[in-house]
């Protein structure tokens, strides 16, 4: 549960919330103020820009991270929402030098141009191999739907997703 903390100014907008946040298996206590989205919180409180900021209005994917392994889009949730959720970012695929599967596909299969949309797509794809590490062409497609790449790289995202899932498929990740 949050506690109320009252800003420099005696002014409502002045209050801030002081929170847990549990992102990539680590716990950090923030002081936020209540209307503070996830997204921001990530990026500026906590300094793990692999999350992107694109429309920051629910409508591109590019701000997509994991809540309890489920994919959603950071821009649209409060940071005081996520208290008591496992908050899971790119920054946290990757342990030590070894890289998620999901990254190794992107990797073969060239996935990326400019890669702003990448974090937000792998993130997705990684929500969908949680509860689906077997999925079908469609279902990747369907998993995907909620992430735009303007650069248009979407059959090369669509081929690593199902490498990816091969690897999943198997265990392995
Ligand atoms: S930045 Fe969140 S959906 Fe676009
Ligand atoms: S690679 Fe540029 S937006 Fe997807």
């Keep these: 549960m949050f506690t109320m903390m009252k800003g420099k100014n005696d002014n409502s907008k002045d209050f801030k919330v002081r929170i847990e946040l549990?992102?990539?298996?680590?716990?950090?206590?923030?002081?936020?103020?209540?209307?503070?989205?996830?997204?921001?919180?990530?990026?500026e409180d906590l300094h793990l820009t692999g999350t992107k900021k694109g429309c920051d209005m629910g409508e591109c994917g590019a701000c997509t991270v994991q809540l309890d392994d489920k994919p959603v889009y950071s821009c649209l949730l409060l940071a005081v929402e996520c208290e008591g959720h496992d908050i899971q970012t790119i920054e946290g695929l990757t342990k030590g030098e070894k890289l998620d599967p999901i990254q190794e596909a992107f990797i073969e299969y060239d996935a990326h141009q400019c890669g702003f949309c990448t974090p937000g797509q792998i993130m997705a794809i990684r929500g969908l191999l949680k509860s689906n590490?077997?999925?079908?062409?469609?279902?990747?497609?369907?998993?995907?739907?909620g992430n735009i790449?303007?650069?248009?790289?979407?059959?090369?995202?669509?081929?690593a997703a199902a490498a990816a899932a091969q690897v999943y498929g198997e265990g392995d990740s």
């Design 149 to 159: 790449c303007r650069c248009g790289a979407y059959h090369r995202i669509l081929k």
């Design 22 to 43: 549990r992102v990539n298996d680590a716990a950090y206590s923030l002081s936020v103020e209540p209307r503070r989205t996830l997204l921001d919180t990530l990026r």
């Design 133 to 145: 590490p077997d999925p079908t062409p469609e279902e990747i497609r369907v998993g995907l739907s």
